[in-house]
């Protein structure tokens, strides 16, 4: 059974940073396609980052130059680098692993998804 564990999620000024980790289990991670999403109050789950078998990342625009994704294959953990936070940030952070190598942008290509940490960006 695949189990995506997040953690570092909280309370930060706007300016800030904050760092996001996910430790996953249950599928041969090297080969696996791993995204971070968030939604928040009354709006869709969305992308804000992609990371492949190949370590090839992908960013949503509101992501570029502000946030880092990156994997750890010895320690099967994806982290979420996030700097500069802006109020806009804040939502509901999930991670998620696709049943593939190769990373997609749309949460329906995911098969397993975190429980989700909260992020608050206050002004």
């Known amino acids: 059974q695949v189990q995506l564990v997040e953690s570092g999620g909280g309370l930060v000024q706007a300016g800030g940073s904050m760092r996001l980790s996910c430790a996953a289990s249950?599928?041969?991670?090297?080969?696996?396609?791993m995204g971070w999403f968030r939604q928040a109050p009354g709006k869709e789950r969305e992308i804000v980052a992609t990371?492949?078998?190949?370590?090839?990342?992908y960013y949503a625009d509101s992501a570029k130059g502000r946030f880092t994704i990156s994997r750890d294959g010895g320690k099967n953990t994806v982290v979420l680098q996030m700097t500069l936070l802006k109020p806009e940030d804040t939502a509901v952070y999930y991670c998620?692993?696709?049943?593939?190598?190769?990373?997609?942008?749309?949460?329906?290509?995911?098969?397993?998804w975190g429980q989700g940490t909260q992020v608050t960006v206050s002004s």
């Open positions: 249950g599928r041969t991670f090297s080969t696996t396609a």
């Open positions: 990371i492949d078998w190949s370590r090839t990342e």
């Open positions: 998620a692993s696709r049943g593939s190598p190769y990373s997609r942008t749309e949460a329906r290509e995911y098969d397993y």
